[in-house]
């Protein structure tokens, strides 16, 4: 374990800090996988933030330097850094959120199901911990394959018996952070005021960006629309095809997953109104999860929103994802019963 800051001094600047944020709850968040390439800047990240009082960075490597770079910036949340197994307890325990970039990336050539043999396992491991440790955490979920992923967490906690559907969240921000950005470049409107639902999955063709929800409203040509559509499903291929053997997305990721961690926080803080898409348990289509828009609150999920209407084109979308969804969901859920 390693403590960043263990002085009394610190722990005097702490408390005079907490003294003067009284209003803000305290809140430990876990990040499972925080020495690689989405954990560290998503440790960065969730370090800016005001919301987390504790910072907890696990991984089977590396955490006490990055615990001891980051630990050093001036923000409110404690940092430590536990590394390997035997430390996942205490990583764990009194988290509210946690959240898991821990897996193998893709290279070049792979789609991410190809990524389930080593991943599976992986998450398998980390959530009957989440289960021991802190089973009233939110969890929000990275790792690939997420469609796949989050139905092997939900069986995991299941048979812990604590399974509660409205904290488990799969991480599909980096899609619609894509969606809005290319969207903006095609429909020339600032990118800070577009908002673009994404529904599905998050796996090429899942992935379903509603682009005839898109605010700010422009005129664009059906063709333009399918370019989108593409290029958003195929988003993350493009940033593994140019990281050539590198990696997949870790910076856009970390991003967005802090955007979606703090929407998680808020929610728990009980601020009213706070919507985001996720791939949660759904009853909106016939598939058990499902991207939708979600509205969260103090437990977590507190309604997941209708899809609103869809043009032809997204309905043609919806019915083409749903063989490819339901495959992965099975795949899980088969895995996590072996
Ligand atoms: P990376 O290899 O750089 O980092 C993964 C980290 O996980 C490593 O530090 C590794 O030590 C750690 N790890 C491995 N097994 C672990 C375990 N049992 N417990 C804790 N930590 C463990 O990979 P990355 O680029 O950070 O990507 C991580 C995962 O996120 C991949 O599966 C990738 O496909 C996925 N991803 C998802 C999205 C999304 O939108 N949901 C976006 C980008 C990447
Ligand atoms: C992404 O969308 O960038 C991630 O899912 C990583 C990948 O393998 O594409």
Do not use: W
């Amino acid at each position: 374990i390693v403590r960043s800051s263990s002085s009394a001094k610190q722990s005097l600047l702490r408390r005079s800090f907490s003294s003067s944020s009284s209003s803000v709850p305290e809140r430990k968040v876990a990040i499972l996988g925080a020495a690689g390439g989405i954990g560290q800047p998503l440790a960065l990240l969730m370090k800016l933030n005001p919301l987390v009082s504790s910072l907890s960075l696990f991984d089977i490597a590396n955490t006490p330097g990055v615990a001891a770079d980051v630990g050093h910036i001036n923000t409110r949340s404690e940092v430590v850094g536990y590394m390997g197994d035997d430390e996942l307890a205490k990583a764990l325990e009194g988290a509210d959120l946690v959240i898991i970039p821990a897996g193998v990336p893709r290279k070049p050539g792979m789609t991410r199901d190809d990524l389930f043999n080593i991943n599976a396992g992986i998450v398998k491991n980390l959530c009957s911990a989440i289960a021991k440790y802190c089973p009233h955490a939110l969890v929000n979920m990275i790792s690939n394959p997420v469609n796949s992923t989050v139905p092997i967490a939900a069986e995991i906690f299941k048979k812990a018996g604590m399974y509660d559907e409205k904290k488990l969240f799969g991480v599909t921000t980096l899609d619609v952070v894509r969606a809005k950005t290319f969207y903006a470049g095609k429909a020339n409107v600032p990118v800070a005021e577009v908002n673009v639902p994404v529904i599905g999955g998050h796996a090429g063709v899942t992935i379903l960006p509603l682009f005839s929800q898109a605010t700010p409203q422009a005129n664009l040509s059906s063709d333009v629309l399918t370019a989108l559509t593409k290029r958003t499903q195929d988003g993350g291929t493009e940033v593994v095809e140019a990281k050539a053997g590198k990696g997949s997305a870790t910076l856009s990721m970390a991003y967005a997953g802090a955007l979606f961690a703090d929407a998680c926080l808020k929610g728990l803080n009980g601020v009213p109104d706070v919507v985001e898409c996720s791939y949660v348990q759904s009853t909106i289509t016939e598939l058990p999860f499902f991207a939708s828009k979600v509205r969260l609150g103090k437990n977590g999920v507190e309604e997941v929103l209708d899809l609103g209407p869809l043009s032809d084109f997204e309905k043609e979308g919806l019915e083409a994802l749903k063989p490819e969804l339901k495959s992965s969901i099975e795949k899980g859920v088969k895995f996590a019963n072996q």
